[in-house]
């Protein structure tokens, strides 16, 4: 999807909380500044402060904004350098996924109370069709109403929710709703609603092809709409014409999928310069595979393949995976097999970057375990599952990255961890 600036909030009464929503079955819910809001939940101090969460470092990227950083121009996916000169005055925090995993499981619950039709597009954002839940529940509206209503009592955090006939103007209801509001677009005036739109509203037109289609003088999607389709094949190719000629007519005929299985975990970080030290190295790694272990317990997963990621100074990337006998779900495991790809790897350069990935998940429940010939009954994954629940109570920064590791790796480090 485009640009949200081309989604202005409110301000016509057809489209609006009160809107006639009869054939309108498909909610899109996207939680508000997500991960900024989790943060300012767990320190209500920080409530009416910018806060921007993130890399903190020179290399750092934005993730999450609250509404008062983004009044100063802050925005996810921008340089946090960039954050910074705009907002010198705001909070910057290290995102710390733990805690935004369980404020999700939390939020989808409250949908899948609603429906078992909940289709989650990420962490904080999902399309439910509620078509089943009217006898219980009343209008989708209604529904709408009560999922934000329990999300702001039960949770403490705000969404937006979009009301249409199909999960595509759903969603761009719910970006025009944004901060903490609902709007339903009347299945008679979806094209009322969409052909005002840039063109950049439309999903899979980014900047450069918004700018193509402007050069052609194609502005707003009814532009696009009304444009001969050998025109926009030659513009944007034979797929992407058909796509985006579709959806300027408002049709969508994707249903609500629940069963979106996640191929893979992973976590990554860019050092704030190049480094060769493989001390730094191995700590980074340790820390890694503590995240990923921590996001595969969290979701109930386990992985067999672990997959090691390298990006040099000069932004070559190499990546290098190994397979388990026994999928797992424990930081130590991942590391041992990361830190044995990376020695195999020799690499003698600068690094800019480094990741982990757990790939071939599957159900924890379903796999069964193997225990190690020798291992002790109780050990790692025990010690890593109490740490989770430490995380859980009082934060992950509590604990420190890979000091579970560090305190029980006979060759661990003695050097103080980065924060």
């Known amino acids: 999807m485009g640009r949200s600036q081309s989604l202005p909030r409110g301000g016509d009464p057809r489209f609006g909380p009160d809107a006639d929503d009869t054939g309108c ?4 819910v996207d939680m508000d500044a997500f991960f900024a ?24 990227v934005v993730s999450s904004a609250s509404y008062e950083a983004r009044r100063y121009g802050v925005r996810s996916a921008m340089p946090t350098a960039r954050a ?17 995993s369980a ?21 904080d954002e999902a399309f439910l069709d509620v078509a089943g839940a009217r006898r219980l529940f009343g209008s989708p509206a209604g529904i709408a109403r009560l999922i934000r209503r329990r999300v702001a009592e039960e949770q403490g955090l705000t969404c937006s929710v979009g009301v249409a006939p199909s999960k595509f103007v759903a969603k761009l209801g719910s970006t025009r709703a944004k901060p903490d ?29 918004a700018e193509t289609l402007r ?62 030290d493989p001390v730094e190295i191995r700590r980074a790694l340790l820390a890694l595979a503590e995240k990923v272990g921590a996001r595969l317990r969290a979701a ?24 388990l006998t026994v999928p797992t779900d424990t930081a130590r495991e991942m590391f041992d097999t990361a830190w044995a790809l990376w020695t195999a790897l020799a690499v003698g350069e600068p690094v800019r970057l480094v990741g982990v990935r757990m790939e071939g998940l599957a159900t924890a429940a379903e796999t069964p375990r193997q225990l190690t010939l ?23 920064s509590v604990i420190g990255p890979a000091s579970l590791l560090g305190r029980r790796d006979p060759r661990r480090v003695e050097k103080p961890t980065r924060p």
């Not at 910018?50 to 750092?60: A, D, K, L, S």
């Open 25 to 28: 079955p498909i909610l899109h």
């Open 215 to 276: 050069r052609l003088g194609l502005n707003t999607v009814g532009d696009l709409a009304e444009a001969p389709l050998g025109l926009l094949r030659r513009a944007v190719g034979e797929a992407a014409a058909t796509h985006l000629h579709e959806l300027a007519w408002g049709r969508d005929p994707r249903r609500v999928s629940p069963e979106q299985v996640e191929k893979s975990i992973g976590a990554e970080v860019t050092f704030d310069v190049d480094i060769t």
């Open 300 to 323: 109930g997963q386990v992985g067999r393949t672990v997959s090691l990621k390298v990006r040099l100074a000069d932004f070559r990337t190499v990546t290098r995976s190994r397979t």
């Open 181 to 209: 509001g609902l709007l339903v677009v009347p299945a008679g005036r979806v094209l009322d609603f969409l052909h005002p739109l840039s063109v950049g509203a439309l999903w899979g037109v980014g900047e450069r092809s």
């Open 374 to 396: 020798g291992a002790p009954e109780r050990g790692w994954r025990e010690a890593e599952v109490a740490a989770d629940a430490a995380a859980a109570r009082f934060g992950r």
């Open 84 to 100: 910074r000169a705009l907002c010198p005055g705001a909070v910057y925090l290290p995102p710390d996924f733990t805690q935004y």
């Open 103 to 123: 404020a999700s499981r939390a939020v989808m619950q409250i949908f899948r109370d609603v429906t078992p039709l909940v289709e989650p597009l990420s962490l």
């Open 37 to 60: 809001s989790v943060e300012v939940r767990r320190r209500p101090e920080l409530r009416g402060r910018p806060v921007v969460v993130g890399g903190v470092g020179p290399r750092g």
